[in-house]
């Protein structure tokens, strides 16, 4: 479990900032793990605002929800440029879903940073055929912390990371949940890869 290193606005007046990143494949607890550490930042009493695409309305429009309907208040936003001018005074940001994002999201969160905020990501660190996801790679990278949570694979029961994509659409972005996904390990994903 990751333990954050400071919270306190006490301890450290003058805030240096950092960036955190959760990745991992489909019904990792990816949104569950950014909820937590939200929700751990407002019992610290900061300032959270929490962000994810306007495309990914799978549960609520104005709501990050994890697969398990663990649930916090956010933002949808089109373009990454727009949680800059959306987060305000903000302590602590979240962004859950982050491989929507455009490009851009790579410089936003440098900034938020540079400003002394806390961010913290989800996203997916690959897609439906094993690729690294676009830009989570480069924001692992930049990131002080980085945390891969792994899912159960639904073929044989062992840990698994790869999002196995059960219909033969192509496109990289699908929206989807059980009827769409399962989580594979490296093993299963594979073996059943056309």
Not at 31 to 36: F, G, K, P, Q, Y
Not at 46 to 67: C, G, M, N, W
Not at 151 to 177: H, P, Q, T, W
């Amino acid at each position: 479990m990751f333990i954050e290193p400071s919270l306190g606005r006490k301890k450290h007046p003058e805030r240096k900032g950092q960036i955190e990143m959760i990745c991992g494949s489909m019904f990792s607890g990816k949104t569950e793990e950014l909820i937590r550490r939200l929700n751990r930042a407002k019992i610290a009493r900061l300032k959270v605002e929490i962000f994810k695409p306007s495309i990914d309305k799978r549960y609520a429009d104005d709501q990050v929800v994890s697969h398990n309907d663990a649930r916090i208040r956010s933002t949808p936003v089109n373009f990454a440029e727009d949680i800059l001018l959306l987060s305000g005074d903000s302590d602590v940001i979240g962004i859950d879903e982050v491989q929507f994002f455009d490009s851009q999201i790579i410089s936003v969160v440098q900034k938020l940073a540079a400003q002394g905020k806390r961010v913290i990501m989800a996203g997916l660190d690959m897609d439906f055929r094993g690729k690294p996801f676009e830009p989570v790679p480069q924001l692992m990278a930049i990131s002080e912390y980085v945390s891969k949570v792994h899912a159960i694979c639904m073929k044989c029961g062992d840990l698994a990371s790869f999002s196995f994509r059960l219909s033969n659409e192509e496109d990289k972005v699908l929206l989807g949940e059980k009827e769409s996904y399962e989580a594979r390990c490296r093993k299963c994903f594979y073996e059943d890869l056309s």
